[in-house]
């Protein structure tokens, strides 16, 4: 997506209109692809179906000699030598039962969101368990297209936002026999789900046809062709509002891709965006909260998390401003001009506090022009500080605890020596917002893994 201020303008006015929708009385339908199942500890986003089919193609004594399958070939392949479904489902429900717990900040960010119907197309517990800890009682239900799985559904009542539900479309690791893994389940899929031979269930039915309800697609693999006739069956055409979908390389890679973006016209209408992963929740849940009522400031408290501001010099006025709304919003800051004791060497001062955890719990670097264009600063050591005690910091659930925290003051631009890392603009709505909740969440990783070394000790 663009850089220019032009672009980042409309993200921001499209973040605010998919925002209503999401807070609107007929709501808007979450709809999670196999795309963004992934590991939260895995740099590489690779899809767990994809790993998956790995697994499958690499227990096999004649392995395919041949680039990695999808899930569907891996599974005829498995089917092939087996001949034993329950087999395939074993492996299957094994290895999502192993990833029964997980999930990523991204499923933290969208869970926070109120979304009421959240329709997974991949059968992995990420999106429940994000639910979960965001402090909501999802529900769970799931289609199957087997004879014997018929009439057993548990009892589900219509979701909320306090108690949403995910409904698996392909099935749950949980039943084996629901799950949709090789080309032949795919088609008596299809043609039991257009029978309604069973019918999607009337609450998610109920929510689907609301003609005002909004749909936000994620990693859902529109090039997929099989999915134009899903959709048609869900009753997704039509809605007053157009659908957004977010996709990442693959889809817009893809030879079929013009094709599938061609055919969502007119009252077929999605509108497709580049997959941002991380970046897109965080600024979704960001913009929300932006449009929630204001409540009044708050003092930060006394176990607050203290952050200290790096800046450029010139850019004092920019970082006192900085430091009023951070602190309106609880985390307490030491910034030179307010902490800083006269006579002190503030050089070797700011320096020994970085390097001391009993200080400071994160360093924020405000980068702006006036610091991208400077010839030199002492802020330049701040950061050698900053990134020596960030490569020092533990994990928690396979993710890295937070210290070197940058931001961007408009657009600035990025120092070569942060390059790696994301830095979110704090000057448009919500920016803060953004800034606090990345802190607060990483605070709270560090208060469990604390909790749980007492435990164990």
Same mark, same amino acid.
């Given at each position: 997506m663009g850089n220019s201020g032009v672009d980042?303008?409309?993200?921001?006015?499209?973040?605010?209109?998919?925002?209503?929708?999401?807070?609107?009385?007929?709501?808007?339908?979450?709809?999670?692809?196999?795309?963004?199942?992934?590991?939260?500890?895995?740099?590489?986003?690779? @899809?767990?179906?994809?790993?998956?089919?790995?697994?499958?193609?690499?227990?096999?004594?004649?392995?395919?000699?041949? @680039?990695?399958?999808?899930?569907?070939?891996?599974?005829?392949?498995?089917?092939?030598?087996?001949?034993?479904?329950?087999?395939?489902?074993? !492996?299957?429900?094994?290895?999502?039962?192993?990833?029964?717990?997980?999930?990523?900040?991204?499923?933290?960010?969208?869970?926070?969101? @109120?979304?009421?119907?959240?329709?997974?197309?991949? @059968?992995?517990?990420?999106?429940?368990?994000?639910?979960?800890?965001?402090?909501?009682?999802?529900?769970?239900?799931?289609?199957?297209?087997?004879?014997?799985?018929?009439?057993?559904?548990?009892?589900?009542?219509?979701?909320?936002?306090?108690?949403?539900?995910?409904?698996?479309?392909?099935?749950?690791? !949980?039943?084996?026999?629901?799950?949709?893994?090789?080309?032949?389940?795919?088609i008596e899929y299809l043609v039991q789900i257009i029978k309604g031979d069973p019918p999607i269930p009337d609450e998610v039915r109920s929510i689907l046809r609301d003609p005002y309800a909004s749909f936000l697609f994620i990693g859902f693999g529109f090039q997929n062709w099989y999915l134009r006739v899903l959709l048609k069956v869900l009753d997704v055409y039509g809605h007053r509002n157009a659908a957004i979908a977010f996709e990442d390389r693959q889809f817009f890679e893809h030879p079929d891709k013009e094709q599938a973006t061609a055919f969502f016209s007119e009252d077929r209408t999605i509108e497709f965006r580049d997959l941002r992963w991380e970046p897109f929740a965080l600024e979704l849940l960001g913009a929300y909260e932006s449009s929630l009522p204001r409540p009044p400031p708050q003092s930060p408290g006394r176990n607050a998390p203290v952050a200290f501001v790096s800046y450029a010099s010139e850019d004092l006025e920019t970082v006192d401003k900085l430091r009023e709304a951070i602190e309106s919003k609880g985390i307490k800051v030491w910034q030179d001009k307010q902490n800083l004791r006269a006579g002190d060497k503030w050089n070797d001062v700011l320096h020994s506090l970085i390097k001391n955890e009993n200080e400071v719990d994160y360093v924020i670097v405000v980068q702006t022009t006036s610091m991208v264009n400077s010839v030199s600063g002492v802020f330049h050591r701040e950061i050698k500080a900053a990134r020596e005690r960030q490569d020092d910091m533990g994990e928690f659930e396979g993710q890295r605890l937070r210290f070197l925290i940058p931001i961007r003051v408009g657009d600035s631009g990025l120092l070569s020596d942060l390059s790696e890392f994301h830095a979110p603009d704090v000057s448009g709505s919500g920016g803060v917002d953004l800034l606090v909740i990345s802190i607060m969440e990483d605070w709270e990783r560090r208060a469990k893994l604390m909790l749980r070394g007492r435990r164990a000790a």
């Open positions: 980042k303008e409309k993200e921001r006015r499209e973040l605010r209109i998919l925002v209503e929708q999401i807070k609107s009385d007929s709501g808007c339908v979450l709809v999670l692809g196999p795309r963004i199942a992934v590991r939260a500890e895995d740099p590489a986003r690779r @899809p767990l179906d994809e790993i998956l089919a790995g697994e499958l193609v690499s227990s096999l004594k004649t392995a395919a000699k041949e @680039p990695p399958p999808s899930l569907r070939r891996a599974a005829d392949l498995h089917y092939k030598e087996n001949r034993s479904r329950a087999a395939l489902e074993i !492996d299957v429900r094994d290895f999502y039962a192993r990833e029964t717990n997980s999930t990523t900040n991204f499923h933290r960010h969208l869970a926070q969101l @109120p979304f009421r119907l959240c329709i997974s197309a991949s @059968p992995d517990s990420l999106m429940l368990t994000a639910f979960e800890a965001a402090g909501k009682r999802p529900q769970r239900d799931y289609y199957s297209f087997q004879a014997q799985r018929r009439g057993k559904r548990a009892g589900v009542v219509a979701p909320t936002v306090e108690s949403p539900l995910v409904y698996y479309l392909f099935g749950h690791h !949980d039943d084996g026999a629901s799950l949709v893994l090789t080309e032949a389940d795919l």
